[in-house]
């Protein structure tokens, strides 16, 4: 019996329930497929740890972490607790500290699911986004200076590295070459950030001479999205900045039918550390503890775990599992549905049963 060692974060708000969902549906898969194990070993890490130890996660988090072979990660936010000690003191701290580099957002539109563009049909919108995960935007250099005071001062760095900017290109071209469509989007701001970006847009063209077999073009960050709006059938794979992705995967989310379906993989691709599965989706505080929230982007970022840990059987059976159920509901109300977080998980167990192992 094949067993991985998972740990779970489920962090914050509905990222306990989604967590909780997903444990479900890879317990239920697990007891179906009888080839792989899941040792999950479970960590109260997220704000409420922080309202007890002033720390998001205990100083030794990434060395607890460090032997596991995943890990599945719920969401950060908190009304209680400013969103940058939140972000920054465990998902960001995690990304970094593991150099998990290549944030992957795939998209498209689930059966049975629509999207909010006129004419836009599921076969339409079939996208991954690559995140830049390591620096850029979010490389946190900077600070504040003369608080307070009338000329207080605030700095906050994008760093580009050749290094970082290469990895990430080479991840994207080799990512796009595995696709029916092979084509590759890169998106900067070089028009306007003519240093960070303008290496980007240099790189780019560098490693496009070494993947022949990939066409490639450039996009500006706000034509991207009119592009993904008005254009969606022509984009493939995309590849942008940490900062610039983030905001292109939520509108991907939202065209593709919700926010609450999307999936995220953290991953190391050297597999020097493990990788990170979560929901693009936060806390949603809003809706937190009513047993409201869309599991569904928790259940797909098991699948996107599955195939990191080598169970791409496990992982297309549950893929199917989840498209069943998006076809045929139960739906959450996101989705135009009025079903709580545990009826889809039932449902996609009980379509497990009815998917071949
Ligand atoms: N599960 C994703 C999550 O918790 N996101 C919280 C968030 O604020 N993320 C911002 C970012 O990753 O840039």
Known sequence: ??????????????????????????????????????????????????????????????????????????????????????LWGLRIAICQGFDQYANVRPTRILPGLSSPLRDCAPGDLDWVIVRENSEGEYAGVGGRAHRGLPEETAMETAVFTRHGVERIMRFAFELASKRPRKHLTVVTKSNAQRHGMVLWDEIAAEIGRECAGVTVDKELVDAMTVRMTLKPKTIDVVVATNLHADILSDLAAALAGSIGIAPTANLDPERRFPS??????????????????????????????????????????????????????????????????????????????????
């Open 1 to 86: 019996m094949r067993t991985y060692r998972i740990a779970a974060i489920p962090g914050d708000g509905i990222g306990i329930e989604v967590i909780a969902a997903g444990l479900t549906v890879l317990e239920s898969l697990q007891r179906s497929d009888g080839g792989f194990r899941l040792d999950v070993a479970h960590f109260d890490w997220g704000s409420a740890y922080y309202g007890k130890h002033g720390r998001m996660m205990p100083e030794d988090g990434l060395a607890t972490l460090r032997p596991f072979d995943a890990i599945y990660f719920g969401a950060v936010g908190s009304p209680d607790v400013p969103d940058h000690i939140t």
């Open 276 to 357: 990170m599965f979560e929901p693009i989706h936060g806390s949603a505080f809003d809706i937190m503890g009513r047993g409201l929230a869309n599991p569904i982007g928790a259940f797909w970022s098991a699948v996107m775990m599955l195939e990191h840990l080598g169970e791409a059987a496990a992982a297309g059976r549950l893929m199917r599992a989840i498209e069943r159920v998006t076809e045929s509901g139960p739906r959450t109300a996101d989705l135009g549905g009025s079903a709580k977080t545990a009826a889809v998980t039932r449902a996609v167990c009980e379509a497990l049963a009815a998917v071949p192992a």
